[in-house]
C-alpha cells in the first residue's frame, strides 16, 4: 500500500502514525511562535512607543493608560471574528479562511508600522490605531485552526501533558524573540532615532514571519492525514447556540480555568515594562534584557510543565502553581527595587502555570462542539485573564500604589482556584450518581 493508504487504515483503525503527529507539531509550535510574537511586539509598543507618538500631549502615565485603554480591542474583536469566519468556511474552505484571516492579521500589522504621528495626522492617527488594532483581533480570531486541540486530543494517554505543553512554548519563544529585537533597537539607536522610524521595524518582521506561518499551515490543511483528522469531527464548527445549550457549564469552566495563568502573561511582561518605561530610573533597553532572561527561564519551564502534569495530574499541578501565583503577587513591591526578583521569579511560574492552562477541559466537550467549544472558551480566557491585565494593574499603581497591582494577579490566582474546586466538585458528583446505591 502507499503511504497515503496506510495512514487511512491507520485513522480507521483509531491509531495516528507518529510522523504524522511530529508534521502537527512542527507546524504547530511554528503558528503559536508566530502568533505570540506579533502579540508582544505590539505589546512592547503600547508602552515604548504609542505614548509618545500617538498622544504626546498628554503627560507620560495618562499617555501610557491611553495606550493601554486599545490594547484590549484585539482581544474584545477575536469572539466574534471566530463566528463570523466559522460561516464564511463553509464557502471558501478552511485554507480560503486561514488565508483571509492572516492576511488581515498581517496587513493590520504592517499597517500600524506605517501610520503617521499624531505630528503629522492629528487625531487621526490614534484612531488608526484603534482601527487597525481592531484589524489583529479579526485576523487571530478568524485564524484559529484547531491545531493545538488536535495535537492534546490524539496524544498518547500517559503523555497528554507533555503534548499540551508544546504549543505552549510559542509564548516564550515568541516573547523572547520580540524582546531581542526591541533590547537591540533600543539599546543602539539614539531616542530620536528609535521614535522617528526604528520602532516601525518589528512590525514589519511580523508580516514576514506570518507568511511563512501561513504556508506552512496551507501545507498541513491540504495534507492527507489533516482530511482524514477532520472527518472525525475534531475540526468541525458546530452550531454556536446548540453547542452553548449543551456546553455552557463547561466553557465557563474552560474560561475561567486559565485565568492565574492568563494573568500572570502580562503582570511580568507588559506591565512591569510600563512600571519600569514611567519610574526612568535607568535605560529600557536593560528592563528589555531582563525581560529577555525571564523568556530564557520559562521555556524549561513549560517544559517541565508536561513532565509533572503527566507524572502527578494536571489538576494537583495547576492547583499547586496556582496558589504559588497568589503568594507571588505580594511581592509586587519589587519593584521598586528594579524588579529582576518579581520579574524572573514571574516567569518561572508562568511557564509551568501556562504550559498546561488551557488543556485541563477541551476533552469535557462532546467530539462535534469541541471545535466551537474550545475557540470560544479560549477567546473568552484572554478576555477575562490578560486583555485588561496592563490597564487595571497600572490604574491601580498610578491612583493606589504598586502593592496594589499585585491584587490583579491575585484576583486570578483565586479564580483558578475556584473552577478547581467546581471542576472536581462536579466530577465528585458524576462519580456518585454512577454508582449502584
Same mark, same amino acid.
Given at each position: 500500500?502507499?503511504?497515503?493508504?496506510?495512514?487511512?487504515?491507520?485513522v480507521?483503525a483509531?491509531?495516528?502514525?507518529?510522523?504524522?503527529?511530529?508534521?502537527?507539531?512542527?507546524?504547530?509550535?511554528?503558528?503559536?511562535?508566530?502568533?505570540?510574537?506579533?502579540?508582544?511586539?505590539?505589546a512592547?509598543?503600547?508602552?515604548?512607543?504609542?505614548?509618545?507618538?500617538?498622544?504626546?500631549?498628554?503627560?507620560?502615565?495618562?499617555?501610557?493608560?491611553?495606550?493601554?485603554?486599545?490594547?484590549?480591542?484585539?482581544?474584545?474583536?477575536?469572539?466574534?471574528?471566530?463566528?463570523?469566519?466559522?460561516?464564511l468556511?463553509?464557502?471558501?474552505?478552511?485554507?480560503?479562511?486561514?488565508?483571509?484571516?492572516?492576511?488581515?492579521?498581517?496587513?493590520?500589522?504592517?499597517?500600524?508600522?506605517?501610520l503617521?504621528?499624531?505630528?503629522?495626522?492629528?487625531?487621526?492617527?490614534?484612531?488608526?490605531?484603534?482601527?487597525?488594532?481592531?484589524?489583529?483581533?479579526?485576523?487571530?480570531?478568524?485564524?484559529?485552526?484547531?491545531?493545538?486541540?488536535?495535537?492534546?486530543?490524539?496524544?498518547?494517554?500517559?503523555?497528554?501533558?507533555?503534548?499540551?505543553?508544546?504549543?505552549?512554548?510559542?509564548?516564550?519563544?515568541?516573547?523572547?524573540?520580540?524582546?531581542?529585537?526591541?533590547?537591540?533597537?533600543?539599546?543602539?539607536?539614539?531616542?530620536?532615532?528609535?521614535?522617528?522610524?526604528?520602532?516601525?521595524?518589528?512590525?514589519?518582521?511580523?508580516?514576514?514571519?506570518?507568511?511563512?506561518a501561513?504556508?506552512?499551515?496551507?501545507?498541513?490543511?491540504? /495534507?492527507?492525514?489533516?482530511?482524514?483528522?477532520?472527518?472525525?469531527?475534531?475540526?468541525?464548527?458546530?452550531?454556536?447556540?446548540?453547542?452553548l445549550?449543551?456546553?455552557?457549564?463547561?466553557?465557563?469552566?474552560?474560561?475561567?480555568?486559565?485565568?492565574?495563568?492568563?494573568?500572570?502573561?502580562?503582570?511580568?511582561?507588559?506591565?512591569?515594562?510600563?512600571?519600569?518605561?514611567?519610574?526612568?530610573?535607568?535605560?529600557?533597553?536593560?528592563?528589555?534584557?531582563?525581560?529577555?532572561?525571564?523568556?530564557?527561564?520559562?521555556?524549561?519551564?513549560?517544559?517541565?510543565?508536561?513532565?509533572?502534569?503527566?507524572?502527578f495530574?494536571?489538576?494537583?499541578?495547576?492547583?499547586?502553581?496556582?496558589?504559588?501565583?497568589?503568594?507571588? /503577587?505580594f511581592?509586587?513591591?519589587?519593584?521598586?527595587?528594579?524588579?529582576?526578583?518579581?520579574?524572573?521569579?514571574?516567569?518561572?511560574?508562568?511557564?509551568?502555570?501556562?504550559?498546561?492552562?488551557?488543556?485541563?477541559?477541551?476533552?469535557?466537550?462532546?467530539?462535534?462542539?469541541?471545535?466551537?467549544?474550545?475557540?470560544? /472558551?479560549?477567546?473568552? /480566557?484572554?478576555?477575562?485573564g490578560?486583555?485588561?491585565?496592563?490597564?487595571?494593574?497600572?490604574?491601580?499603581?498610578?491612583?493606589?500604589?504598586?502593592?496594589?497591582?499585585?491584587?490583579?494577579l491575585?484576583?486570578?490566582?483565586?479564580?483558578?482556584?475556584?473552577?478547581?474546586?467546581?471542576?472536581?466538585?462536579?466530577?465528585?458528583?458524576?462519580?456518585?450518581?454512577?454508582?449502584?446505591?
Amino acid at each position: 500500500m502507499t503511504d497515503a493508504t496506510n495512514a487511512r487504515a491507520d485513522v480507521a483503525a483509531g491509531a495516528h502514525p507518529k510522523i504524522e503527529l511530529d508534521e502537527y507539531i512542527i507546524t504547530v509550535v511554528m503558528a503559536r511562535v508566530t502568533d505570540h510574537f506579533g502579540f508582544f511586539v505590539y505589546a512592547f509598543a503600547s508602552v515604548l512607543v504609542f505614548p509618545s507618538v500617538f498622544f504626546p500631549n498628554h503627560d507620560p502615565a495618562t499617555a501610557v493608560m491611553m495606550s493601554f485603554a486599545i490594547f484590549p480591542l484585539a482581544f474584545l474583536a477575536r469572539p466574534f471574528a471566530s463566528q463570523i469566519f466559522k460561516r464564511l468556511e463553509p464557502r471558501i474552505g478552511r485554507s480560503g479562511k486561514i488565508t483571509v484571516a492572516l492576511f488581515i492579521l498581517g496587513g493590520s500589522t504592517m499597517a500600524i508600522g506605517l501610520l503617521p504621528s499624531y505630528e503629522t495626522a492629528g487625531s487621526l492617527a490614534p484612531l488608526l490605531l484603534i482601527l487597525m488594532r481592531i484589524g489583529q483581533g479579526i485576523g487571530l480570531g478568524g485564524s484559529w485552526d484547531g491545531l493545538t486541540l488536535l495535537l492534546q486530543t490524539n496524544a498518547p494517554e500517559k503523555r497528554r501533558g507533555w503534548y499540551a505543553m508544546i504549543p505552549q512554548l510559542g509564548a516564550p519563544i515568541g516573547l523572547g524573540v520580540a524582546a531581542a529585537i526591541f533590547y537591540v533597537l533600543t539599546g543602539f539607536l539614539s531616542e530620536e532615532e528609535f521614535i522617528n522610524w526604528g520602532w516601525r521595524w518589528p512590525f514589519f518582521a511580523v508580516l514576514a514571519v506570518n507568511v511563512v506561518a501561513l504556508f506552512a499551515r496551507l501545507q498541513l490543511i491540504h /495534507s492527507e492525514a489533516h482530511e482524514m483528522y477532520k472527518e472525525e469531527a475534531l475540526l468541525k464548527p458546530s452550531p454556536f447556540f446548540e453547542m452553548l445549550s449543551v456546553h455552557w457549564k463547561d466553557v465557563l469552566l474552560a474560561t475561567f480555568l486559565p485565568l492565574a495563568s492568563y494573568a500572570t502573561l502580562h503582570m511580568v511582561t507588559v506591565f512591569p515594562l510600563a512600571y519600569d518605561y514611567l519610574d526612568a530610573k535607568g535605560p529600557i533597553s536593560d528592563f528589555l534584557l531582563l525581560l529577555l532572561l525571564g523568556s530564557v527561564i520559562a521555556i524549561p519551564a513549560v517544559v517541565l510543565s508536561g513532565v509533572l502534569s503527566d507524572r502527578f495530574g494536571r489538576r494537583r499541578m495547576l492547583a499547586v502553581v496556582s496558589v504559588a501565583i497568589g503568594l507571588f /503577587s505580594f511581592i509586587v513591591t519589587n519593584l521598586l527595587d528594579g524588579g529582576a526578583i518579581y520579574v524572573l521569579l514571574g516567569y518561572a511560574l508562568l511557564g509551568l502555570s501556562y504550559g498546561q492552562a488551557s488543556a485541563i477541559l477541551p476533552n469535557r466537550f462532546q467530539k462535534k462542539y469541541r471545535y466551537t467549544a474550545s475557540a470560544l /472558551s479560549v477567546n473568552l /480566557s484572554w478576555i477575562f485573564g490578560a486583555a485588561f491585565a496592563p490597564l487595571v494593574a497600572m490604574g491601580l499603581t498610578l491612583n493606589f500604589g504598586v502593592s496594589f497591582a499585585g491584587f490583579y494577579l491575585l484576583s486570578g490566582a483565586l479564580v483558578t482556584l475556584a473552577a478547581l474546586a467546581v471542576l472536581s466538585r462536579r466530577d465528585k458528583r458524576a462519580r456518585e450518581a454512577q454508582t449502584p446505591a
